[in-house]
T-cell receptor, first 115, second 113 residues
Framework: GENVEQHPSTLSVQEGDSAVIKCTYS??????FPWYKQELGKGPQLIID?????GEKKDQRIAVTLNKTAKHFSLHITETQPEDSAVYFC??????????????FGKGTHLIIQP | GAVVSQHPSWVICKSGTSVKIECRSL??????MFWYRQFPKQSLMLMAT?????????EQGVEKDKFLINHASLTLSTLTVTSAHPEDSSFYIC?????????FGPGTRLTVT
């Protein structure tokens, strides 16, 4: 089955700086890669996703890049703000076109924004 | 849009009893619903995949007789933890999918005493 590795486990950055979280996956059949933000005691919130036919996707301060050959994808957050502090999870799944399979998650990155 | 609710948000039950958790997609019809479990400071682990009107598909190691899933409609799925034990205490989170995107509920904290 799929295995997703995520690094780092904890990331502390100064407010206003950029943060980068990296993930690798093992199953070359995976073609959908979402990123979730989870605050304490809450469910994960989808913040951005990318499909394997795209190399990069951006939404305001958040961007995701995908390298299919190397089987890794990254989350980039620019101009970080205190409200960005949370646990971020990357995930991977396979979508056959008839709906996605369940997600395999990375272990999470605790992002801390220092004021 | 794409709001998923769960009920209850937290529950405490005694060992040996059963607990039912509801998952609803409020503003869309979900082709598939998923159930995940998350232990403290750990990642989410997929337990089962549920399609409306079909039997759920369970991940390896998840006991289907212990975690009963019913998917009665395109907006409602339920998870029943039967004969609960303290080791079943966890954060249970459902998600509902629209095509390939999954939207998660707020989770249910289950504590078995």
């Amino acid at each position: 089955g799929e295995n997703v590795e995520q690094h780092p486990s904890t990331l502390s950055v100064q407010e206003g700086d950029s943060a980068v979280i990296k993930c690798t996956y093992s199953d070359s059949a995976s073609n959908y890669f979402p990123w979730y933000k989870q605050e304490l005691g809450k469910g994960p919130q989808l913040i951005i996703d990318i499909r394997s036919n795209v190399g990069e996707k951006k939404d305001q301060r958040i961007a995701v890049t995908l390298n299919k050959t190397a089987k890794h994808f990254s989350l980039h957050i620019t101009e970080t703000q205190p409200e960005d502090s949370a646990v971020y999870f990357c995930a991977a799944s396979y979508d056959s076109g008839g709906g996605a399979d369940g997600l395999t998650f990375g272990k999470g990155t605790h992002l801390i924004i220092q004021p | 849009g794409a709001v998923v609710s769960q009920h209850p948000s937290w529950v405490i039950c005694k060992s040996g009893t059963s607990v039912k958790i509801e998952c609803r997609s409020l503003d869309f019809q979900a082709t598939t619903m998923f159930w995940y479990r998350q232990f403290p400071k750990q990642s989410l682990m997929l337990m089962a995949t549920s399609n409306e009107g079909s039997k759920a598909t369970y991940e390896q190691g998840v006991e289907k007789d212990k975690f009963l899933i019913n998917h009665a409609s395109l907006t409602l799925s339920t998870l029943t933890v039967t004969s609960a034990h303290p080791e079943d205490s966890s954060f249970y989170i459902c998600s509902a999918s629209v095509l390939y995107e999954q939207y998660f509920g707020p989770g249910t904290r289950l504590t078995v005493t």
